[in-house]
């Protein structure tokens, strides 16, 4: 079976400090993993993802995001936090051999930036 | 570009009542999913089609059902509305392979009172 954790439900940081929210998976064999962004009464919207190759991705809005495969996680990442990157974060997995299953979303971490 | 499209967008429904939440893809998508986003309760899924013709039951299907129209076309309906299917709904599609990213509407939110 395929599952994310998103431990931290809100995270707080101040404008212009560095950011990370953190997510681990388990699926069997190699993950494909996600990370979306929701805005206040919008649907989600893509960042990024990891599919093969370099463990660090690069995605929208200065979004990176690092895989680890020794620790199952994929936390997404920012060096300056802005404070229009305040909404609602979400991982999600799909195992490289579950072909059609949809994608399996963690519960979702608020990230609020302070100005 | 109008992507993934649902209607409508906001709906207010008495016990018992039934409603169809309609969705449309223009990407030429073979797969199309519906779920609900809960406080505290992430992303559950409803249910998916992984091609025209075929559906599939997800997390919690209980109380729904859904018509794969056709590639374009996917609706969620709910026969028998009760309080506990308030919530927003999401349909999704995405072109079906395991590394292809899905793409979201904007989002339909149900009160039953």
């Known amino acids: 079976a395929q599952s994310v954790a998103q431990p931290e439900d809100q995270v707080n940081v101040a404008e212009g400090n560095p950011l990370t929210v953190k997510c681990t998976y388990s699926v069997s064999g190699n993950p494909y993993l996600f990370w979306y962004v929701q805005y206040p009464n919008r649907g989600l919207q893509f960042l990024l993802k990891?599919?093969?190759?370099?463990?660090l991705v690069k995605g929208s809005y200065g979004f990176e995001a690092e895989f680890n495969k020794s620790q199952t996680s994929f936390h997404l990442k920012k060096p300056s936090a802005l404070v229009s990157d305040s909404a609602l974060y979400f991982c999600?997995?799909?195992?490289?051999?579950?072909?059609?299953?949809?994608?399996?979303f963690g519960k979702g971490t608020r990230l609020s930036v302070i100005a | 570009n109008a992507g993934v499209t649902q209607t409508p967008k906001f709906q207010v429904l008495k016990t018992g009542q039934s409603m169809t939440l309609q969705c449309a893809q223009d990407m030429n998508h073979n797969s199309m999913y519906w779920y609900r986003q809960d406080p505290g309760m992430g992303l559950r899924l409803i249910y998916y089609s992984a091609s025209e013709g075929t559906t599939d039951k997800g997390e919690v299907p209980n109380g729904y059902n859904v018509s794969r129209l056709n590639k374009r076309e996917f609706s969620l309906r709910l026969e028998s509305a009760a309080p506990s299917q308030t919530s927003v709904y999401f349909c999704?599609?995405?072109?079906?392979?395991?590394?292809?990213?899905?793409?979201f509407g904007e989002g339909s939110w149900l009160t039953v009172v």
């Open positions: 999600a997995v799909r195992g490289v051999y579950s072909g059609n299953t949809p994608l399996v």
């Open positions: 999704a599609s995405g072109v079906g392979t395991a590394g292809n990213t899905i793409y």
């Open positions: 990891y599919i093969t190759g370099d463990n």
